[in-house]
């Protein structure tokens, strides 16, 4: 069959633009693992407006559970050119059957050796249903084609990945059930030679689910990094904040912001999620201390929901945010997806409100989907909503930014005040939006 041209693409949650989008990293394998004779064309519904003209051979699109309802429509929409779609990333690799209705084949799993298979089974016209990704092969051939994201509106941004997989199952999350066991590094060479490519007038990320998956591997990296004099953030366990020179380390090798899941005050509820190690480092205003000390800055997340969580605990986590003037914070309400172990338990326990909330056209974003102990469902989504207005009130953002217990550096207080900035825009956006619209 005829591929000459492939469209890859990244839905957003709704019809409309955001202006918290990243580059998706997974597309950019995608099309560097496209044979060369084929035109990659990329487009991020997150930033920009998909062309009704575009009539390519092929389109893959990533899908997580908060963008299947939008997937499954732009789907809809290239079947009905005669257009075959097909479907990767977590929420088809949880729930391929669901996606199997809406794509012509889907790849569970990482896409690198099957995404090549795909293609080449499509040019001699067998391209089959499922493909399974090497979730357990190592990622020391990973590539990438950053072009595919030029001229695109993005934040200053510049992400990279060390490693897949994390060393925790926690209760609410699905990446352990996606990478089971398998914890995979990249050689830190590869690491340096692509990053050496950055500019120091960008923050880079670092998109591990947690960067401290090991002591071994996390020096490793900074040993070979902290020549390149470059400013960058994470993902990482609280437990990084025991070793105090580990996080001396951090520092001086260019960390300047981390991405903590403080989670809940409650004791209780930390064991419910399966993180009582969450206090291993102390408690947590002196976590918040040590981080600040070295200036880093703070983004600190907590969900709502749990056993113990009433009107009143929420109010302590915002308290809490406050006056230990974390620099970023999200309140999420608990959201059970495919794939993790709470989707399945109130499943069992019959408290969802809402089995299958993502294409589910009566939810909109914030709404309630199970029932919680000690609230309303009704109470629990106000709640939420209103720790985050709270917590991104223009007073609020002022006294946290400006007043960081981090220090006043010029860069890191920029980058600190624009995703404040964004975050506030982006709360007000979604919240009682409907998915897919």
Known sequence: MTLQRITLLRPNMGNYRSTDGLPPLSLAILAARTPKDIEVTFYDDKVEVIPEGDEPD???????????????????????????????????????????????????GDAEGSWEQLLEDFRKGRMQRSYSGGNSRPIDDFVLDRSIFKGKK??????????RGCRFACDFCSIRTFYQDNIRQRDTQSIV?????????????????????????????????????LRWSCQISIDVAKDEKLLDRMAEAGCVFALVGFESLSEQNLRQMGKRWNRVAGDYLSVVDKFHQRGIALYG??????????????????????????????????????????YKRLEQEGRLLLPEWWTNKS???????????????????????????????????????????????????????????????????????????
């Open 154 to 163: 993005y934040p200053p941004v510049e992400l990279v990945q060390y490693g």
């Open 301 to 342: 997340t907590f969900v709502f929901g749990y056993d113990a969580d009433t009107a009143e605990t929420i109010q302590q986590s915002l308290d809490f945010a406050m006056e230990a003037k974390l620099e970023i914070a999200n309140f999420n309400p608990l959201t059970p997806t495919p794939g993790s172990n709470l």
């Open 58 to 108: 092929l389109v893959a699109i990533t899908v997580e559970t908060f963008t299947a309802h939008r997937a499954y429509e732009l789907a809809r929409q290239y079947r009905e050119k005669g257009v075959p779609v097909v479907m990767g990333g977590y929420h088809p690799t949880f729930l391929p059957e669901e996606a199997l209705k809406h794509a012509d084949a889907i790849v569970i």
């Open 193 to 229: 030679e692509e990053m050496a490519g950055f500019s120091r007038n960008r923050l880079i990320f670092f998109v591990d689910d947690n960067l401290f998956n090991s002591v071994k591997a996390l020096n490793a990296l900074l040993e070979a990094i902290a020549p390149l004099n």
């Open 363 to 437: 939810y909109c974003y914030g709404d309630p989907i199970f029932t919680p102990r000690k609230m309303t469902s009704d109470e629990f989504s106000v709640k939420c909503f209103e720790a985050k207005k709270a917590f991104y009130s223009w007073r609020s953002i002022a006294s946290r930014v400006l007043g960081s217990n981090a220090g006043f550096d010029l860069f890191r207080t920029s980058m600190v005040g624009l995703a404040n900035v964004i975050s506030r825009k982006e709360i007000y956006r979604k919240q009682y939006r409907p998915l897919g619209k």
